[in-house]
Structures are given as structure tokens and as C-alpha cells.
């Protein structure tokens, strides 16, 4: 039986990572299921509703597509530098402020 898709979103690695321990719970995961859960469970950094939570204030708060935000969010950059890798898509062009900002709200975390 075909598998019927009911929404669609992009996820955070902590998003990822809560289901697919939910669904293990539930019962055995595929192969992919299992790597993808051990890659989220490496490189997740923040909590579910933290990740959350930022991903909507950049968003808000500078006009940064969902996308990116997400991105951003998975990486948590540690310095300017890189955090221009993730916005080079941008139509914006982010004051060095801003992007202290930026840097900022992810060192709350």
C-alpha cells in the first residue's frame, strides 16, 4: 500500500531526531531510518524546542528564508565567518551587527 503524505515541512536535526526515537520505540527502523538517527543524535545540538525557537526568531527577527534558518540552527556557527556560509543565499545583505546578533541568540542556547 502506497504511503500517503499528509504534510510537508523542513525539519531541524533535533526534529528528526525526537521522531525517529519515537518510531523506534514503536518498532524496528529501516536501515536508512537507524543512520539517519544516529547521524541526528552526532550532530543535533539543541533541545526540540529550542531549535524551534530560534529557527522562528531568525526568521522574525531578519527576514532569513526557513531554509536557512534551519541550517544555521543545525550548525549553531560559532564566528561571523561562518556564519556568511549560510546566508550567501540570502537576498539580504546582513550587517556585521546583525550577524553578531545572530551569534548571539545562538550562544543562549
Do not use: C, H, W
Not at 529557527?55 to 540552527?73: D, P
Request: hydrophobic share 40%; no cysteine.
Amino acid at each position: 500500500m502506497p504511503v500517503k503524505i499528509l504534510k510537508e515541512r523542513r525539519l531541524t536535526l533535533a526534529e528528526v531526531k525526537k521522531i525517529l526515537e519515537e518510531r523506534s520505540m514503536k518498532g524496528e527502523l529501516s536501515y536508512i531510518q537507524r543512520v539517519t538517527l544516529d547521524y541526528a543524535t552526532k550532530f543535533s545540538q539543541l533541545s526540540v524546542e529550542k531549535s524551534i525557537e530560534i529557527v522562528k526568531r531568525l526568521i522574525e527577527n531578519f527576514g532569513v528564508s526557513e531554509s536557512t534558518a534551519i541550517q544555521i540552527v543545525n550548525a549553531v556557527p560559532k564566528s561571523i565567518d561562518e556564519l556568511r556560509v549560510f546566508l550567501t543565499n540570502e537576498q539580504k545583505i546582513f550587517t556585521e551587527e546583525e550577524l553578531n546578533k545572530i551569534l548571539k541568540i545562538l550562544e543562549e542556547t
